[in-house]
């Protein structure tokens, strides 16, 4: 009696054992199938193309606050000086730089 519980105790554990690795393998011989292999690279280009319109919308909020944070260093949006002394100055509008005539040979 005590031999056939343990025969049956080994061929119930064989079964599930079996069981187990044939669902391992088809799982496995699955993903690398063609079809599983696509679906898989179809299925990282889409999150590499949702990674990266995260990644640009991230650039271009950080890019416009950098801009803001540089405009405001450099005083780019005022009026530009007022123009002082005898001595003639010119203005440029893009950045309100001043230029002496003298220096420039103008």
Do not use: C, N
Request: proline content about 4%; charged content about 35%; overall charge positive.
């Amino acid at each position: 009696m005590k031999r056939l519980f343990w025969l049956s105790v080994g061929a119930g554990a064989g079964v599930y054992a079996t069981h187990r690795v044939k669902r391992k393998v088809e799982r496995f011989a699955r993903t690398w199938s063609p079809e599983g292999v696509a679906v898989r690279a179809v299925g990282a280009g889409q999150g590499a193309g949702r990674r990266l319109r995260y990644f640009a919308s991230d650039v271009r909020t950080e890019m416009q606050a950098r801009e803001a944070e540089l405009r405001e260093a450099i005083e780019i949006d005022q009026a530009p000086p007022e123009l002082e002394g005898p001595r003639r100055r010119r203005v440029l509008k893009a950045r309100y730089t001043i230029i002496d005539d003298d220096k420039d040979g103008h």
